[in-house]
């Protein structure tokens, strides 16, 4: 397995190739741009001033150079506009000034062909020992193969390979081409970004009320998938039904405020990511979702968050006191990270 890592730095843990520098605290984003190796620039040069045999382009056609180390990134045509590695830097200002992210990774692949950054997003403990955590990824790159993608993520990106892994996953992304307008609309989708996140504190403890009411799952499965209209099949509905009820019983944090709202929106939002089909499924899982409530994933995971909210709201019962939201003291340090269901929604999916 190959890191292909010319240069990068991890915060606190040794990357699995121990390549790179590893920092004791989080850096600036000003810092990170020197500890990553990325304060180099990229510009373009006519093919016809560059010696490099084999080369069979149209005038239309440029390189893309690094000016340090005069290295070919790639080939681009002439709407291709260079986005430095600062300006995708200063994506991350507001949101890590705010204090509610950290730097946490960022580096360069083979000759510098590629990049990330990675951020540290703030963690919530909705119940004890049930912490919502998430990294934020940045990807570019400088050879006219790939756009400029922001996406939520759960893999910390070290390497080639990691980064693969991250670009893999389903789930709400921003995609920014290289065109002349790109600086300007990373600089405003930070900005949007970092707004839209200092409302979670609100949401985080609108969790915290779900995590400390108790509902019957049975009631919340139905009320999101309710029967089919009378004379048509209900069996992919009752299927659907016993899906998110085995998300509730086994499925990730099911050990966690058990009973509660809480625990029932965890198992909804499991089957919405996991089992419902998404947009991009083959034609026959498609055909089989008509049935299901209609809608995206984001639609939908608001519809099972009212139906939680609501549940909630008439529910005199309370989870028990061991079973109870662990309540954070320090507000600053629950919003250090968010988890990844809620950055996908500042991301619009």
Request: charged residues 25%; aromatic residues 6%.
């Amino acid at each position: 397995m190959t890191a292909n890592v010319q240069s990068m730095f991890s915060v606190r843990q040794t990357p699995w190739h121990r390549f790179g520098a590893v920092l004791d605290e989080a850096p600036s984003v000003d810092d990170a741009i020197g500890l990553a190796g990325l304060d180099w620039t990229v510009e373009r040069v006519s093919l016809a001033d560059l010696d490099v045999p084999g080369l069979q382009f149209g005038p239309d056609h440029s390189a893309i150079v690094r000016t340090d180390t005069r290295d070919v990134l790639g080939i681009v045509g002439n709407r291709y506009t260079p986005v430095q590695n600062a300006e995708k830097f200063r994506f991350f200002d507001p949101i890590v000034s705010s204090g509610r992210a950290t730097m946490e990774t960022a580096g360069a692949l083979g000759r510098g062909e590629r990049v990330w950054i990675l951020a540290k997003s703030i963690t919530a403990e909705v119940v004890p020992g049930d912490p919502v955590e998430s990294y934020l990824l940045l990807a570019g790159s400088h050879d006219g193969t790939s756009a400029i993608t922001v996406l939520p993520t759960g893999v910390r990106v070290v390497c080639q390979n990691t980064l693969g892994m991250a670009l893999r996953e389903k789930g709400s992304r921003l995609t920014i081409r290289h065109t002349r307008s790109a600086p300007q609309r990373l600089e405003d989708a930070g900005r949007v970004m970092a707004e839209t996140e200092a409302a979670f504190g609100e949401t985080i403890e609108r969790f915290k009320f779900l995590a400390s009411r108790r509902i019957d799952p049975k009631a919340y499965a139905k009320a999101l998938v309710p029967d089919a209209p009378e004379g048509t099949n209900n069996t992919r509905r009752e299927n659907a039904r016993e899906a998110i009820l085995k998300s509730y019983e086994v499925g990730p944090g099911a050990d966690k405020a058990r009973g509660s709202a809480w625990a029932a929106y965890n198992a909804a939002t499991h089957w919405i990511s996991h089992e419902r089909p998404s947009e991009n499924a083959s034609a026959e899982d498609t055909a089989r979702a008509t049935w299901l409530p209609q809608g995206s994933g984001t639609q939908l995971r608001e519809r099972a968050f009212k139906i939680a909210i609501e549940m909630a709201d008439g529910s005199t019962e309370h989870v028990t006191a061991t079973e109870a939201v662990s309540m954070v003291d320090d507000p600053a340090e629950m919003q250090r990270q968010i988890g990844r269901s809620l950055m996908a929604e500042m991301l619009g999916a």
